[in-house]
């Protein structure tokens, strides 16, 4: 799971960085945008959940985002799921 992580986020152009066993924090800086995302992982699934970001106009109270934010993060989960298809 943890390769095909990093090759779905070599592809989108996220950095990963391994937190701790089963767990990886991507950031992906575009322009003036910067999203950090957590990946939880396991052998047989993961989970991207929001961690922090800057200028994609935040507001945890409303609970909205950027909508570019959730286009970036759908690809990189797609992106992991077509890296797991190929193996």
């Known amino acids: 799971m943890a390769k095909a992580i990093n090759m779905a986020a070599l592809r989108y152009g996220w ?3 391994e ?19 957590s990946i939880k992982y396991d052998a047989t699934s993961f989970e991207i959940d929001f961690k922090d970001s800057q200028n994609l106009l935040h507001n ?7 909508d570019n934010y959730n286009r970036w993060v759908n690809n990189l989960g797609e992106e992991i ?7």
């Open 81 to 87: 799921r077509v890296q797991l298809d190929d193996r």
């Open 60 to 66: 945890a109270k409303k609970n909205t985002i950027h």
């Open 19 to 37: 937190t701790g066993p089963g767990l990886m924090t991507g950031t992906l800086h575009l322009r003036d945008h910067i999203a950090v995302v």
């Open 15 to 17: 950095e990963i960085e």
